[in-house]
């Protein structure tokens, strides 16, 4: 490949990276409906030949560096050029999210707010009509991500790999087997002591039998309780709390949206559009302990781009590999469980009840990702019966009855189940790291603050196998993971 090659990619890819990044924030973000991915594409067809792929992927180097920064534009290029294959039905599932809106007596509730809408309802009339508005726009919904996932096979084959999956592992540095069989194997470990628990909570808290629960049931009881007690979240305090305490002070400027707007995705979502100069952080809020997480998740993705230099080149600059992100994501969303934090910034004394409830909370969410991931691997390997086989995999994980309607929108972005696992497995090694090496409340000392920022400041230039083999972290050992479980629920 030549350095001309190269140069090319970083120059259009930084345009296209832009320009599809500020679409997407629009969108998400409520403030435009229709999106023009297709016509934005259109801008970069010499970027998107599959050659231009090719050729990257036929680049060898012994730099460290060098070859993470090749297998982060590989992921780029062949994401982007699977998502020109497909923009026109980009275009209208984003539509179709962002405009949907459906009617409850004299509440009108968006499409994108009705997961969130479930949360805060009890009664079962309610939420069954909730859901079967719901169900109406996601039946549309699906046809279109039936296609796109049709056409994400094919495409592949294009490119030189078997199927989609066969791509996303090789280019993405996963072993979903691997992964498949922990998520497997942490169903089966934590299979009576979650049962045992939201049977209990169940009981005492709505007065319903695990046998008669449903997945919304679910989410409400998790949401409710003595978590309905949090003070309401203010984006702008709380950062600015957690960046004093770790005296982080990162050179890109941390930009807040909180604006509600109908079409606006809820919870939190972080876009580096601009790493180095300033980040944009989009909150939908929707008044529960969900809100702190999803906040806390991505402030976590804000900080590792944070500290990128303005002058870096494409790759090491935009670009940084999935569980790399997922990981530093997890390890301050999960701020929520520490005793300590809780008590300062929540000002919640952790009773017993208290501190099982929310690791119960943890463990269900945690079994769910398990679900989807081992779905998506069965999906992309041809398996029939798509939407019952969610089901079935999804009720062997919550106890409880699920729906098949969510059986495509809940895997969006596909494959992001793999790199969300991962993470979430390297996440409580990294904490132990952090606890071992500082504090117990490591959040709290400037030397762990330092720490987070070195690793930060590398950027696209490292990986979660870089970091692993430089500090002893990272692999998909479950032992510190069921750690964390036995410690709190016995």
């Not at 990619?9 to 403030?31: D, P």
């Not at 781009?305 to 301050?332: A, C, P, Q, V």
């Not at 992001?416 to 959040?443: C, G, M, V």
């Not at 979660?464 to 002893?472: A, L, W």
């Amino acid at each position: 490949m030549s350095r001309e090659t190269i140069r090319h990619i970083r120059a259009e890819g930084e345009k296209a990276y832009e320009a599809l990044s500020k679409e997407l924030y629009l969108n998400y973000a409520g403030l435009k409906n229709k999106t023009d991915i297709t016509g934005i594409l259109k801008s970069f067809q010499d970027l998107l030949e599959p050659e231009v792929f090719s050729s990257l992927r036929e680049a060898k180097t012994d730099v460290e560096e060098e070859k993470n920064g090749i297998q982060l534009m590989l992921s780029f290029l062949s994401e982007t050029i699977l998502l020109s294959k497909t923009s026109q039905i980009r275009d209208s599932i984003l539509y179709l999210e962002a405009s949907s809106i459906f009617s409850l007596g004299k509440t009108k509730i968006p499409f994108r707010s009705s997961r969130a809408a479930l949360l805060k309802k009890s009664k079962k009339q309610e939420t069954q009509e909730i859901q079967e508005r719901r169900e109406a726009i996601l039946s549309k919904l699906n046809q279109l991500y039936l296609r796109q996932y049709a056409y994400k096979q094919k495409d592949s084959h294009d490119l030189g790999f078997s199927s989609y999956l066969h791509m996303y592992e090789a280019i993405e540095g996963l072993n979903t087997s691997k992964l498949v069989e922990k998520a497997k194997e942490f169903i089966r470990d934590t299979e009576y002591i979650s049962r045992d628990l939201l049977k209990w909570f169940f009981l005492k808290r709505m007065d319903i039998k695990l046998k008669n629960a449903n997945l919304n049931n679910m989410f409400y009881l998790l949401n409710s309780f003595e978590l309905g007690a949090f003070p309401k979240m203010n984006p702008h305090s709380l950062a600015k709390a957690l960046l004093s305490e770790t005296a982080l002070n990162p050179q890109a400027k941390i930009m807040f949206d909180s604006e509600k707007r109908k079409g606006h995705v809820s919870g939190t979502m972080c876009y580096a559009s601009n790493p180095g100069v300033e980040i944009l952080i989009s909150t939908n809020t929707q008044g529960s302990i969900w809100d702190y997480e999803s906040f806390l998740g991505s402030f976590g993705e804000s900080l590792s781009y944070g500290y990128t230099e303005r002058d870096e080149n494409f790759e090491y600059k935009y670009l940084r590999e999935k569980s790399f992100l997922g990981l530093f994501s997890e390890l301050f969303k999960n701020l929520i469980f520490e005793p300590g934090w809780i008590k300062k910034h929540l000002r919640q004394d952790e009773t017993n009840d208290f501190l099982k409830f929310l690791y119960l909370r943890r463990l269900m969410l945690e079994r769910i990702l398990s679900a989807k991931l081992i779905y998506e691997a069965a999906l992309y390997q041809g398996q029939e019966n798509k939407a019952e086989m969610y089901k079935e995999i999804m009720e062997i994980a919550i106890h409880c009855k699920a729906s098949k309607h969510d059986y495509l929108f809940d895997i969006e972005p596909h494959l992001s189940s793999a790199d969300s696992f991962k993470a979430t497995i390297i996440e409580p090694q990294l904490r132990t790291y952090l606890i071992d090496n500082f504090d117990e409340q490591w959040w709290r000392e400037k030397e762990a603050g330092e720490f987070l920022v070195n690793i930060w400041r590398t950027g696209g230039r490292t990986s979660v196998n870089n970091i692993s083999e430089k500090y002893g972290f990272g692999d998909t050992d479950m032992s510190d993971l069921s750690k964390i479980y036995e410690e709190v629920l016995g």
